[in-house]
């Protein structure tokens, strides 16, 4: 038997007070790193040995990574151990201890250990359930040998350090995965129960934080494009990410794009920062993602795991509150269609029906603009008539869309909807004030197969709309549709009543009055109050040569409009008196041109551009009289077809009125004629018979005897014809009045030049009387014509008759016929007073006299030119004149040649 002495027995003593020691620290420890620094301690203490540490093995890298538990070691030694080392995978592989009791005298052991200067060490595998989970290497710095039992006592603590070691790792797995559990349960009744998803990114954020360590946030990504944070836990991450948000200089957006988590160091290699971007999908399509950064080592494969199942809780949260919403928005839908069926039913106003449509939808919804337009095909435009939200502050009432331009303008062309996901991808999308907009879903609304309106909805979100949307849109166009309808008909019964009120009172007031120039005068005021889009107005009646203005109505200066002469063609006016048909222009308008052109329109206006106007023609059947012309200077596009139809309806009255007015003073004038003519008839048959009863009652009294009886007789004789020839014209006239005059024409072969010779020998002696040089120049060969020579001797005779009357004494009066191919020409020119121009064609009306009235200087009824006139037409010729004051005048007659027979 071996004795033991004393000194042994003190250190086996030591040993197993150490060993003891360690078991019982190990046992009651509840911190494992507090237990591992005494365990180490006590080893080194109960050997005798100078210096040792722990080392843990990475179950994710399998490396060895150096604890804070060490003892006399360098600090260049701390992290030396690398597993493939071949000594340090023997110390791993094997069971027992590595004892290297010389240091200098192993290759290996050597170049393993040469920063920590030991001589003698002993690498003891830290082993658990048949692997190793770290390693204690331990040693002086002096070549020791050591004992068999010494290196069972390191085989021993290798083995309860690594237990101990194991069993800390099951009991922080355990921990986690509790964790992950509760987290998880959080999360799901959070998503179960429907909370906002403001509240649910919170918790997952808060989750992930909390169990990797790091700071997390979720970002949502919008139209795969811009991506926003929508939830976060702590500043760190927010302030990692920045705006826009990037991880080491690489957009958020590519790392979101990637199918797998995604670590990123961040900073320098030495920094220790990283992060992880595990991407949100559902459905094919990226919905965002978390990002967690962390401070320290890399990511394990647990965290990777924990927090992808993070991720997909998200996206499972994410996808169901887009279920949600489109569900909750499905049933607003069905409520908006009754809520809009009500609106619909609740009013025939158009505007304030779209309006209403319009906030409605937008209330609703919470859309970001809401707009409805009304189409007008005839200007190939939509203009806004309802909004809400952006477009009711971003859009004037009234903005205009033309066809084809932006999507509502292709709506109103096309009459098909357009679902823009995100507007930027949409080619017929034309920026706006609404700066904000990221997708857009515009309907038609039809009306018997016609657009008469498109509603346009605009959200700040890209991909806010669906089919489903487009599905309510149409359904709400259809409500909207029958309203206008309803409205329309409404408007037109009401307007054609209205209409009705207003012409039947026009046509009360016009028929009331028939002095022209009043008259004239209502019809301009009445005009503008009746055509509502109307602020000023005028009559343009036809003189003959142009149009002038002779009444106006709502110019600030209408005395301007006094110089308007408007020839045929010119400007609106003259193009609608020549056509006859009314028209509407105005600065919106297809023509884009200024409605009336005359300068003193403006003038009139206050030197304000009228913007749009109506003009319609006033005409009976048989005359065109003038126009009525309606200007606005409010808008481009005032009037409408309905004021153009209302306003040739007043205009027709208008011809009417203004035509009884004429014919009045026509009327008038041909009585204040006749009487003229009569008080001239009875001057000129007194003068002839006084003559007659004097020469004839100076004979009765045997006053003359012989030649001078003889010449009593002649004078009576001639002044008897005279008065036969006036008698004569006065039944002649009357012929004429009566038709009867063309039917009993004798129509026989007729010598005009013989007629010619005939008339100038009667006026010879007149002639010579007042000294008048009367000569003729008759061609030699004027055929015989076809005619009554009693009507074509009284053409002749009164156009003699009117040269010698008016010539003054020492005139001269030629008179010429001639005969060509097919007619023969008569001409009387004299050198006497002359007619002004102004008279030419009122010199062959009937009673009509230039020098007329009880003051007149020479003799006449008035009506021998209108018998010239009758006698000319009868024989189918035409007859004209030509003069001017002081220059004498020329007749001219052509009459066809008829055959003798």
Not at 300 to 325: C, F, I, M, S, Y
Not at 465 to 478: K, P, S, Y
């Amino acid at each position: 038997m071996t004795r033991i002495g004393p000194s042994e027995r003190d250190r086996e003593a030591r040993r197993l007070a150490a060993f003891a020691s360690i078991a019982a620290g190990l046992a009651h420890s509840e911190e494992l790193e507090g237990a591992l620094s005494q365990a180490l301690r006590s080893t080194l203490d109960a050997l005798d040995l100078e210096a040792g540490g722990i080392y843990l093995l990475d179950e994710g890298s399998g490396e060895l990574r150096a604890t804070e538990h060490h003892f006399g070691l360098p600090p260049s030694a701390l992290a030396r151990f690398r597993r493939g080392e071949a000594l340090i995978r023997r110390a791993l592989d094997a069971v027992r201890p590595l004892v290297v009791p010389d240091v200098a005298a192993t290759a290996d052991a050597r170049e393993a250990t040469r920063p920590s200067g030991l001589r003698s060490v002993v690498f003891v595998p830290l082993y658990a359930r048949g692997r190793a989970v770290g390693m204690m290497p331990v040693g002086a710095y002096a070549v020791r040998q050591f004992a068999e039992d010494e290196v069972e006592l390191l085989a021993a603590v290798g083995g309860m350090l690594g237990a101990a070691i194991d069993n800390a790792r099951l009991v922080q797995r355990s921990r986690r995965h509790l964790a992950q559990v509760q987290a998880l349960w959080e999360i799901d009744k959070a998503i179960v129960g429907d909370r906002d998803l403001t509240e649910i990114f919170g918790t997952i954020a808060r989750a992930a934080s909390r169990l990797s360590g790091g700071e997390a946030v979720i970002v949502l990504v919008d139209g795969n494009e811009d991506v926003q944070v929508a939830g976060g836990e702590r500043s760190r991450a927010l302030e990692l990410l920045g705006d826009p948000p990037t991880l080491a200089g690489t957009p958020l957006a590519q790392y979101l794009a990637r199918a797998a988590p995604t670590s990123v160091r961040l900073g320098h290699e030495d920094d220790g920062r990283h992060a992880i971007v595990v991407p949100l999908a559902a459905g094919g399509r990226t919905l965002g993602g978390l990002v967690v950064v962390e401070s320290g080592a890399a990511w394990e494969e647990a965290d990777l795991t924990t927090l992808g199942t993070l991720g997909r809780r998200a996206a499972v949260a994410l996808t169901k509150a887009d279920a949600r919403q489109a569900e909750d928005r499905r049933a607003g839908q069905l409520a908006l269609l009754a809520g809009a069926s009500e609106i619909a039913a609740s009013t025939l106003d158009v505007d304030a029906l779209l309006g209403a449509i319009a906030r409605y939808v937008q209330r609703s919804f919470g859309y970001y603009s809401v707009s409805v337009y009304l189409v007008r095909p005839d200007a190939r435009e939509a203009h806004l008539a309802g909004a809400s939200g952006g477009a009711a502050s971003a859009m004037p009432k009234g903005h205009r869309m033309a066809f084809g331009h932006g999507i509502i303008g292709w709506v109103a062309e096309h009459g098909e909807h357009i679902l823009a996901s995100d507007v930027r991808r949409e080619p017929r999308f034309q920026p706006s004030s609404l700066a904000a907009t990221l997708s857009e879903l515009a309907v038609p609304v039809r009306l018997t197969g016609q657009v008469v309106a498109v509603l346009n909805v605009e959200s700040d979100r890209v991909d806010a709309f669906d089919e489903g949307d487009v599905v309510a849109l149409d359904g709400i166009a259809a409500q909207v549709a029958s309203a206008i309808q309803n409205a329309r008909l409404f408007d037109e019964k009401v307007r054609a009543l209205r209409n009705l009120e207003i012409l039947q009172e026009i046509t009360n007031v016009l028929n009331s009055e028939l002095e022209l120039d009043v008259l004239l005068e209502r019809i301009a005021r009445r005009s503008v109050e009746a055509v509502r889009p109307a602020q000023m107005g005028a009559v343009l009646l036809y003189d003959g040569e142009a149009l002038r203005v002779r009444s106006s109505f709502g110019y600030l200066q209408p005395e301007a409009l006094g110089v308007v002469r408007l020839a045929f063609h010119e400007g609106l006016p003259g193009s609608v008196f020549v056509s006859g048909h009314g028209r509407l222009v105005g600065s919106g308008s297809g023509e884009r041109r200024r409605p009336v052109r005359h300068r003193a329109f403006r003038e009139a206006a206050g030197n304000i551009d009228p913007r749009s106007a109506l003009c319609v023609p006033i005409a009976l059947p048989q005359e065109k009289l003038g126009v009525l012309l309606l200007e606005s200077t409010t808008g481009s596009d005032d009037f409408e077809i309905d004021d153009l139809r209302f306003a040739a309806t007043l205009a027709a009255q208008a011809a009417i009125a203004i035509g009884n007015a004429l014919r009045l003073r026509r009327i008038v004038e041909m009585d204040r004629q006749r009487q003229e003519y009569l008080s001239n008839v009875s001057h000129e048959l007194r003068s002839p018979l006084t003559v007659i009863q004097g020469y004839l009652e100076a004979l009765a009294d045997g006053s003359g005897e012989g030649d001078q009886a003889a010449h009593y007789l002649r004078v009576a004789q001639e002044q008897t014809r005279r008065l036969g020839r006036m008698i004569d014209e006065v039944l002649h006239v009357s012929q004429l009045e009566q038709g009867m005059a063309q039917r009993h024409v004798a129509w026989a072969p007729v010598s005009l030049a013989d007629t010619v010779r005939g008339v100038l020998q009667t006026h010879r002696q007149e002639a010579g009387v007042k000294g008048l040089q009367l000569s003729s120049a008759i061609s030699g060969e004027v055929p015989v014509l076809g005619g009554d020579e009693r009507l074509l001797q009284g053409l002749v005779f009164h156009l003699v008759e009117n040269a010698v009357k008016f010539t003054p004494p020492g005139g001269r009066v030629e008179v010429g016929l001639e005969a060509n191919s097919d007619e023969v020409v008569l001409r009387v020119r004299d050198d006497g007073i002359g007619i002004g121009t102004e008279f030419h064609e009122r010199i062959f009306e009937k009673f009509f006299m230039v020098d007329a009235g009880p003051s007149k200087s020479h003799a006449g009824a008035g009506i021998g030119l209108f018998l010239v006139k009758e006698v000319v037409a009868i024989h189918g010729g035409a007859i004209r004149v030509e003069s001017a004051p002081g220059q004498g005048a020329l007749f001219e007659v052509r009459l066809p040649l008829r055959p003798s027979d």
